[in-house]
């Protein structure tokens, strides 16, 4: 089985307070776009994991999609398989790529072995994989609360919008990220700013870690206004970063980044 794991971006991002657990609770709307990887599973005589495209650092025996497998095959038995992935997004990225190929790989699991688990249990196995793994599983936009991996439904389309997304390289570690991060309790939640004009999000719609994280990379910050020059009517930092993204009406051409940068760009 051959499927496609999607990016997301990160419509705001709140960071609320500091959980007993060492987690923090937040707050921010995840939103699919389609920067995709490329994964395929098959049955196999001895269990097999691959990987090409961009490179992925650490050992491959604990990447998110064996993890998924080897979660399924404790409660299931599931007979070995052969697994390809091939990267495309970033690491890194605040684009969530790696908990996207997580929560596909169970639902190809699910599919090719006839487990008939529920959306819902999918879920659960998620959880147990990465704080926004379980958004994948549905992968339509949603109000992601807690550690992110408790979802309320929202109506939000932006289907008419160019969005573009630059990687410049930098990766910056989730320990990092939260590391120079002040909670702080927002005074209105982000659903609300969601049904204000798309153009007024510049002014009340915002990502905590950029406050946090671009002091100590300003190029995040050009970046950003680079996109706002081009036309944007909104641009973000997604998740804990780097990738910055930004919202155009009509498809912007005038926008020149080092050829370092890895840059998406398509409708949403």
């Not at 997004?89 to 996207?100: D, F, K, Q, T, V």
């Not at 990379?217 to 206004?225: D, F, H, R, V, W």
Request: charged share 20%.
């Amino acid at each position: 089985m051959l499927d496609f794991p999607n990016a997301k971006i990160n419509l705001g991002l709140l960071v609320r307070e500091k959980r007993p657990d060492g987690f923090h609770n937040l707050e921010s709307c995840f939103y699919p776009v389609r920067w995709y990887d490329a994964l395929e599973i098959v049955p196999a005589e001895a269990e097999v994991f691959t990987m090409s495209g961009l490179p992925v650092p650490g050992n491959p025996d604990t990447n998110l999609c064996l993890k998924a497998y080897k979660l399924l095959q404790r409660d299931f038995k599931l007979p070995a398989v052969h697994m390809h992935l091939h990267k495309v997004i970033p690491m890194g990225a605040g684009l969530g790529g790696g908990s996207a190929d997580a929560a596909f790989a169970l639902k190809q699991l699910n599919s090719l072995f006839e487990l008939n688990l529920s959306e819902e249990k999918l879920e659960d196995y998620a959880r147990q994989l990465g704080s926004d793994c379980a958004f994948f599983i549905r992968n339509k936009p949603v109000i992601a609360a807690e550690k992110g991996d408790v979802f309320k439904p929202v109506e939000l389309d932006l289907s008419g919008y160019t969005c573009v997304i630059v990687y410049p390289g930098i990766h910056i570690t989730t320990a990092e990220a939260y590391g120079n991060i002040t909670p702080k309790k927002p005074s209105c939640g982000i659903e609300m700013y969601l049904k204000q004009d798309v153009q007024v999000w510049k002014e009340v719609l915002k990502n905590d870690f950029e406050e946090a994280l671009f002091p100590r990379y300003p190029e995040l910050a050009g970046i950003k206004e680079q996109l706002y020059g081009a036309g944007a009517d909104y641009a973000s930092m997604t998740g804990s970063g780097s990738a910055i993204y930004g919202l155009f009406r009509s498809e912007p051409d005038n926008l020149v980044f080092p050829g370092h940068y890895l840059l998406w760009k398509g409708l949403l």
